[in-house]
């Protein structure tokens, strides 16, 4: 995500309702429990900040003295769908009949706008119409909650307090220097607002008038959302000269000790170990670096992907999002991967599940980090690396081998 309406005012402080913990003071002595500041202590953390860095007294009593936490933004933000559902489920979600068919009515509809910035900004109609389908199904659902309350709480948990601070702080500069105004700020429970769902970092950063009236409303205006959109996927690295990947075929006894995952390779590297593309037919002879993606494990559809996957990527850090954009922005110009012939996956296990597995291999001296339950880089080198050691698939993927050999029961926590 790079979200809409409800009343147009900062809310009345709710602090005696509704306190909000969070975990970042350490305990005094080894026998004192953690004392977790509540909201109020945190919004006075956060007033002092908002003082040094010279916000005017706006935004430091109307807009910080009003902020209230949200409980439910800290429920959806422990069950992201990109991280809890399969990777077949989450993209036949998705990528379907009738977003693949509104969003060719899309690219027809807007041919003109799509086009002019597609020259301008070298980013491709389909690509656009692709993210503007996933963030909010064609702009009929921009989010309805308060950006800066959502922002707060997430800011005040310390999950990733530092991240949600500083995306609250430009939140901040966007109204300071009067580039949105706060009636506007509603969008999803993350802080992402509009058509395209930018974080309040890459509206200020990228933000573009693309209708020309002077403002910037990437809420109403689509030539301004389309603009922005096309302006922060150019200047964080779109290669037009590229597409975003392709699904390939893996031949049976793969060497899967020969590719690192989450790493990139020449795609000449990838051919001598015997991948080609569907139906047996050879990859391309251009050298490109590409890495190979298996988001259901080795069973499941395999993925070459190049360097637009990774920009799409920092829209969004999830495999499975990234996938979906490129797969409904090439069956918006009738490139077909057989989506509906994924198949729920048979080794797709809860996040709980997931986080015992880390633990296991926390122990056994692999590094993945602190325990998450999220399936992401740091797990996939650890897994790889434990499977290799065990003469197992070595594909990177909790499958149900893979959770016997470590000894865990599923099911018996």
Known sequence: MINTPIKRSFPLSLLSLVPLLFAASQPLAQETPTVEPTFEQCRSSLRQKAVDAGFSDFILNDVIGNLTPLERVLKLDRSQPEFTE????????????????????????????LDKLARQYGVPPRYIVAFWGLETNFGSYKGEIQILNALATLACDPRRSQYFTRELFDAFSLLESQRVKPEQLLGSWAGAMGHMQFMPSA???????????????????????????????????????????????IPKNFAFGEVTFDKTYPLSHFKALGITKTFKRPLPDYETQAQLVLPAGHTGPAFLVYKNFSVIMKWNFSQNYALAV????????????????????????????????????????FDIGTPDGIWGPATRNALQKYQLQNKLVADGFPNREVFATLGIELGKR
């Open 86 to 113: 399969s990777f077949a489920g989450y993209v036949r979600k998705r990528v379907n009949k009738l977003r693949i068919e509104t969003g060719k009515r899309m690219l027809r509809e807007h041919a003109v706008l």
């Open 203 to 249: 509206l200020k950063t990228y933000g573009k008038d693309g209708d020309g009236d002077g403002k910037l409303n990437v809420w109403e205006s689509l030539p301004d959302a389309f603009t922005s959109a096309a302006h922060y996927l150019q200047q964080i690295g779109w290669n037009k000269e590229e597409i975003w990947g392709r699904r390939v075929e």
């Open 326 to 365: 490129g797969l409904l922005a090439d069956e918006l110009i009738n490139i077909h991967h057989g989506v509906d012939n994924f198949g729920e996956e048979k080794n797709f296990f809860t996040n709980d599940d997931l986080k015992v597995l880390q633990q296991k291999l926390l122990e056994k001296g």
